[in-house]
């Protein structure tokens, strides 16, 4: 089954502990893209990536890393983590790394509190 | 300024009957616009996309429109469902060389029994 699978689902933590949400997806596309959704505020875009070492910011990026050292895992990393980070994230990814039509596969969701 | 606005933000309708949603959207250079069906607490899901020179496309109960040259989209759900609860969501992609993609806010629709 084509899916985009995150982990953990569900992470409290305290500010300043680092922690990474992985993403792996099994479809072999080019594309993947981290996002933060909050109340009131959207789908806002962290970083995304065209191919494997090839990543860049999205609109919110700060506080965040990501790496792509294989096609199928983009991590994204909070290196020290603070209660304006607290949100729910999705990993999503799409065939084609410069196309505009392909679809966007979105995982799960990773609900994160930082205290 | 791209931005991509969704109306209206919350909608209650019983079970059966029809309604529609809206998106506006003033993204440039554009390049297709999408609508996603998000469930509570889940990943987005895509229904549909449309490029520039497509005007409608249906997805089972779920037909979506284009006006390119108003630059809005409308999104009609048939015979609703409880299943149809949810939030839909407005993405418009920008035709450029890097993938962007501007996220409505969407609408949180409740379908009551």
């Known amino acids: 089954e084509a899916q985009v699978t995150q982990n953990p689902r569900y992470l409290i933590t305290v500010t300043g502990k680092k922690l990474t949400v992985t993403c792996s997806q099994n479809?072999?596309?080019?594309?993947m893209s981290w996002y933060r959704q909050d109340p009131g505020l959207g789908l806002r875009q962290i970083y995304y990536?065209?191919?494997?070492?090839?990543?860049d910011k999205g609109d919110v990026p700060e506080g965040y890393k990501v790496s792509r050292k294989e096609k199928r895992n983009f991590p994204l990393i909070l290196e020290s983590p603070s209660p304006n980070q607290t949100s729910l994230y999705f990993c999503?990814?799409?065939?084609?790394?410069?196309?505009?039509?392909?679809?966007?596969?979105f995982g799960e969701g990773s609900r994160l509190t930082v205290l | 300024k791209n931005q991509v606005e969704q109306s209206p933000q919350s909608l209650i309708i019983l079970e059966g009957k029809n309604c529609t949603l809206q998106?506006?959207?003033?993204?440039?250079?554009?390049?297709?616009l999408r609508w996603y069906k998000q469930d509570t607490g889940r990943g987005p899901v895509s229904l549909t996309i449309?490029?520039?020179?497509?005007n409608t496309k249906s997805n089972g109960r779920y037909t979506a429109t284009l006006d390119a040259d108003t630059k809005q989209s409308s999104l009609h759900i048939t015979a609703s469902q409880l299943s149809d609860s949810a939030s839909y969501i407005c993405?418009?992609?920008?035709?450029?060389?890097?993938?962007?993609?501007?996220f409505g806010t969407g609408t949180r629709l409740l379908v009551s029994p």
């Open positions: 999503a990814s799409k065939s084609g790394g410069r196309g505009h039509t392909g679809e966007l596969f």
């Open positions: 479809m072999n596309h080019e594309y």
């Open positions: 990536s065209m191919n494997v070492e090839v990543t």
């Open positions: 998106c506006n959207y003033t993204v440039s250079p554009f390049s297709n």
């Open positions: 449309m490029t520039f020179s497509e």
């Open positions: 993405v418009v992609s920008m035709n450029t060389g890097f993938q962007k993609l501007v």
